[in-house]
């Protein structure tokens, strides 16, 4: 955990916020700022930068965060329709918490490219 990490405190249940889901290792919740109906960002509870700092001890975690957020999207009733899962990282690839994130967008049409 970094002690200044909004994501971090979020997980932490130091920061409100609307869960989806939460396990030892991962935590999932709605977007306070969404951007499609369903917007539902997953995390690892452990801080873990980017994408870019992904390990090999973290391997396993990664593949789970994608597993957990398609699990999601099929609770959520938008696995058969279509969604979106994207991972921001760094500056100029839009992420703006520093705190590996998974966006799972869905209930509309998506457009491409996206920006």
């Not at 130091?14 to 919740?29: G, H, L, Q, R, Y």
């Not at 452990?46 to 700092?53: A, E, G, K």
Request: aromatic content about 4%; charged content about 20%; glycine content about 8%.
């Amino acid at each position: 955990m970094t002690p200044d990490c909004l994501f971090c405190k979020i997980a932490q249940g130091k920061i409100p916020a609307t869960p989806v889901f939460s396990n030892d290792e991962i935590v999932a919740f709605r977007d306070i700022n969404p951007q499609a109906p369903t917007h539902i960002l997953v995390i690892p509870r452990n801080h873990i930068t980017s994408i870019v700092d992904v390990d090999a001890a973290d391997e396993a975690l990664a593949g789970r965060l994608l597993r957990t957020a398609a699990s999601i999207a099929k609770a959520e009733k938008i696995a058969d329709s279509g969604f979106r899962l994207v991972l921001n990282c760094n500056k100029d690839g839009g992420q703006t918490v520093m705190h590996l994130h998974v966006h799972l967008m869905g209930g509309r049409g998506m457009a491409w490219p996206p920006g």
